[in-house]
């Protein structure tokens, strides 16, 4: 799956398509949006984040700090601006310490999660470093509601990938090609 690599176009179009997540349920009922902000080779999640400003909604963009994710809340003055570049050279918010980070009051959310591959079972692989992992953990060990969402391309969804005790299976897994 690391090897799989489709064009910055068809990323950039599957971004958009993921659009059609907005017609969901699970998108509607949430006024809490949990997004990656994409890395190369990726579903770009830029359209997705646009929408989701645009229609009012609370986005954070989470950023790796001493090892574990933390979401911080991103604001429309931020599409234009400059992000740091963290693991994986992907784009973080920047200047976390004046920014609002993710609290209990902003549950319930939708998580829209990032993964090399997903089965039709909701089980994810991820990159390796456990980062939504223990995200999930830490949720569901504070009991906070959340409804997690693997979003990839066709190409990314196979029979079966290797589940470890730990590994969070989602609550669905959206084909932006069936958007």
């Known amino acids: 799956m690391r090897n799989l690599k489709p064009p910055p176009a068809e990323t950039y179009s599957a971004g958009v398509a993921a659009c059609g997540i907005g017609g969901l349920p699970c998108w509607k009922q949430h006024g809490t949006v949990l997004l990656f902000l994409s ?43 400059s992000w740091d570049a963290g693991a994986f050279g992907i784009r973080e918010p920047q200047e976390p310490a004046s920014r609002k980070a993710l609290s209990p009051s902003h549950f319930p959310c939708l998580i829209v999660t990032p993964g090399l591959a997903f089965d039709r079972n909701g089980n994810r692989l991820g990159r390796g470093k456990g980062y939504y992992d223990r995200f999930f953990a830490e949720l569901d060990a504070q009991r906070l509601p959340y409804f997690s969402v693997g979003l990839c391309m066709p190409s990314q969804i196979v029979e079966r990938v290797p589940v470890k005790p730990w590994d969070k299976r989602m609550d669905a897994v959206l084909d932006i090609s069936r958007l």
């Open 39 to 81: 890395m190369k080779y990726e579903i770009d999640t830029a359209p997705l984040l646009e929408r989701a400003l645009y229609e009012g909604k609370n986005v954070f963009a989470p950023k790796i700090i001493n090892g574990k994710l933390v979401f911080f809340q991103i604001f429309e003055h931020d599409l234009n601006g």
